[in-house]
């Protein structure tokens, strides 16, 4: 079934179900859609909600054979006006594989869906950006006043932390902050926040999570439900035109919330199913009548980390990383130079719990990819220690890809993260055993000393003296907190 298929029939079912403010409505609703699925279409979104299914990487030769074939679907796109416009203004921007391939990845590099997002993606941007802004990245100096006190207030906000299956996830809380604010704000703010998280190429690859939370509901929440509906149905369309896969939606809702609350908040959720496609309905699951500490433990079995959902007024996590990406911006505006250079590298929108992250600082040494990197060199030291330097370095390698098997190994760059190389990630194994070793060093007591595979000289008469030997590599100048 094509997606134009998908939508028309989403759209079907909208106008056939009649609407129920209960949320016993919405979990009938989503059995009712589960019927017309297959099983592999089931098993398919089971894997998809707990972040067990498998992410196809692509080959050199896919990447290019679906280029290619991207690049024949949208020619018989009839049309694309926007995406024309745009292609007229900056061939290099439009035609450009890093940003093709944002949204084969997220089809699973099939070509005709990809060419069907890109084409609405640049209606989308031309609509709520205008054509001064077709052919660039969006910025937080793009949006207006109202619409940065809006992206800054919370309303909808990235968890710091990518789950445990390398994923986004974006928590909204429907409620006062968007009283007063206008339709073209909400789906802007919307719109900017997935440009910016799609920048990264774990994200899409793996898709992300939104967590719909009632916290605020009842709060001096806009009651013009036609508006609610409106700015739902906006929203999955935007949704439906950007990079990226919804691999879970999680609708949860306290037991201290009034029926009236329950009510506002159930016509909301309908909205949004309403508008999903029905193979996206089938990864929706939702929690009500349960404590805020029960919302957590159900949070936490579907892989988001413990205490990662913050309280509707917290947005401290939040906007530091609002601040940093604003940074970010800012220097990219003043130096295109460094922007135009950077523009092939792939930056990382936020760490996962299972990567490890290069720098300096006690604040690290408690993120849990650099913990388990602790462990494994723990674990293996006795090994790194026996061998020979050159099996050192096979050593190493094998820590290397035991991370490399749910996480990554990453470096500031640009007021964000980046990705480094294989060699590059070895190297910096090979000084957390350094460092491990001196920090052990009256438990290793032997009186001599021996080369490791980075070509530090390693005392081990507990002076603990490190000297470069430039024949194996260079130094890098810069260790793990560990």
């Not at 079907?12 to 009712?32: K, M, N, P, W, Y």
């Not at 919370?154 to 789950?163: E, F, N, R, T, Y």
């Not at 906007?319 to 990219?332: F, M």
């Not at 190297?427 to 052990?440: E, L, Q």
Request: proline share 3%.
């Amino acid at each position: 079934m094509s997606n134009n298929d998908d939508d028309s029939e989403a759209r079907t079912a909208a106008r056939a179900i009649q609407f129920d403010g209960d949320l016993e409505h919405v979990q009938s609703l989503i059995s009712s859609r589960l019927e017309k699925l297959s099983r592999s279409q089931i098993f398919k979104a089971y894997s998809d909600i707990h972040g067990t299914s498998d992410d196809i990487e692509g080959t050199s030769e896919m990447i290019t054979t679906t280029l290619q074939q991207m690049e024949e679907s949208i020619a018989s796109i009839p049309k694309r006006q926007a995406y024309d416009r745009a292609k007229a203004m900056d061939p290099a921007y439009v035609e450009s594989s890093q940003l093709r391939l944002r949204f084969l990845r997220g089809t699973g590099f099939k070509p005709k869906p990809a060419a069907e997002k890109l084409v609405r993606f640049f209606e989308i941007k031309l609509e709520f950006f205008g054509s001064r802004n077709l052919v660039k990245d969006i910025q937080q100096s793009d949006l207006k006043q109202k619409d940065r006190d809006y992206l800054y207030s919370g309303h909808i906000q990235w968890v710091p932390l990518k789950d445990n299956s390398g994923r986004l996830v974006t928590i909204m809380y429907p409620g006062p902050k968007e009283r007063g604010v206008t339709l073209g704000s909400l789906l802007r703010v919307a719109l900017y926040l997935r440009m910016v998280a799609i920048e990264d190429v774990q994200i899409q690859r793996k898709g992300f999570v939104f967590v719909l939370s009632a916290a605020d509901i009842g709060r001096g929440l806009d009651l013009d439900l036609p508006k609610v509906k409106r700015y739902v149905e906006r929203f999955i369309e935007i949704h439906n035109a950007m990079p990226g896969t919804l691999k879970a939606l999680h609708i949860v809702c306290a037991e201290n919330h009034r029926s009236f609350n329950q009510y506002i908040f159930a016509m909301m959720s309908q909205f949004m199913l309403l508008a999903l496609r029905p193979s996206e309905v089938a990864r929706v699951r939702i929690k009500k009548d349960c404590s805020q500490s029960e919302i957590q433990e159900y949070l936490i079995q579907f892989g988001i980390p413990e205490d990662q959902i913050p309280p509707s007024n917290d947005t401290t996590a939040y906007t530091a990383l609002l601040t940093q990406r604003k940074e970010l911006e800012q220097l990219r505006q003043s130096n295109q130079r460094i922007f135009r250079v950077n523009n092939s590298v792939e930056s990382v929108c936020m760490p996962s719990p299972f990567d490890v992250i290069s720098g300096r600082g006690r604040s690290l040494m408690g993120h849990h990819g650099n913990r388990i990197l602790r462990n494994l060199v723990e674990e293996h030291m006795e090994t790194y220690e026996a061998a020979s330097r050159q099996h050192k370095k096979v050593v190493s390698s094998e820590v290397v890809d035991l991370i490399k098997k749910k996480g990554r190994f990453l470096r500031e760059h640009l007021h964000g993260w980046v990705e480094i190389d294989t060699e590059a990630a070895r190297m910096k194994v090979s000084h957390a055993f350094r460092d491990f070793r001196a920090s052990s060093k009256k438990t290793f007591g032997k009186d001599t000393k021996e080369k490791d595979d980075v070509g530090y000289i390693i005392d081990h008469d507990g002076i603990g003296s490190f000297e470069f030997d430039s024949s194996d590599g260079e130094d890098d100048g810069g260790l793990f907190s560990i």
